[in-house]
């Protein structure tokens, strides 16, 4: 792969950024497991590789592609999406000021919680989408805007461009956390976005057998140089067979989400008007909320989560996740297989979530087939 041709994400994915092995010419990089690196005759470092907690040649191959795909200087993996999103919290200074969507993916709003409860951070959040509310949460030294979009589990959009106006003006950093819309369809960094993050568990790997958690920048300054720092001294960095997994993962991105985004889009129609359906939370739907901010910043469509609203009660609902065959009754997202799960069951009342709210997460099986599944399993619960 020529270095300076401008080749197409599609292409850069699918041969890893036309990193192969030097040596032998394996088409495919071979896993470096080793946890140490000998010095070489002068006692210098080889390609500063040192001691796996600071980052391995598998990982930083990883990272090559993930940088190409977001059109970023720079991508750091990370073991779990939970230790990139903690690693950008410690780089701030203590007890900085962040602003949160109040519904956003639910394991990093704990774990912010926890850490504003013992006072390393102050915290406030501001409804998903709106950005008047954005800007009443924000004070004169907010540090950071955290931005989940579309925001799990209801999928409204937040306009990043829109929102990196506002943080520019008053000198606030802005996250994207793109976990549902990868470099397929949404950059944030070109919208104006300081980090994009993913749970590279989800989409970028796809197969539901890796965690991983991935930041990307253009900001390559003393912060970024901290993360790195907390990533080493955390022991966060991702390890080699993990990385050469996802890596592997990646090849298959742009025709995973294409499928999966082909798949949601006919699931999300049929149940828009189903009489056991109250509503389809889907920002490819025409009169989803979201859905005109959608289509200007989800140029390579729509992705794969949606959430369907049923008409029952939340013993119906959870009904429904136990009576599908091939929807598996399971938490995460982003996978080749279906998934789906009942978010209440799950979140309790105290977050907002509906009682009759079942996420899923659509696959790349035949949509005729999961459409006929979900059909008999709302059925059965509801009818
Ligand atoms: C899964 C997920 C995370 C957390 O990532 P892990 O890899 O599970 O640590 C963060 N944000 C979103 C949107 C997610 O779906």
Known sequence: MKKNSRLSPETIAAQAAGQIDEKTGSVIPPIQMATTYARDENYERREDLIYARYGTPTCGQAENVLAKLEEAEDALFFNSGLSAAAAVLESLPAGAHIVVPENMYFGVLVWMQRQADKGYLS????????????????RDDTALIWVETPTNPTWAVTDIAAVSKIAKAKGALVLVDSTTAPPCTTKPLNLGADYAFHSATKYLNGHSDVLAGALSTNLIDDRWEDIGVVRKLQGTALPGFEAWLVMRGMRTLYVRWNKACENAIKIAKHFNDHPLVERVQYPGLPNDPGHAIAQ????????????????????????????????????????VESLIEHRFTIEGPDYGVAENLLRLSVGIEDADDLIADLEQAITRACG
């Open 123 to 138: 915290l406030d959040t501001y409804v998903p989408a709106d950005l008047d509310s954005l800007e009443s949460a924000m």
């Open 296 to 335: 200007k910043q989800m140029t390579g469509g729509f992705g794969g989560m949606m959430s369907i609203l049923v008409k029952g009660s939340e013993q119906a609902a959870r009904n429904v996740a136990r009576n599908t065959e091939l929807f598996l009754p399971a938490t995460s997202l982003g996978g």
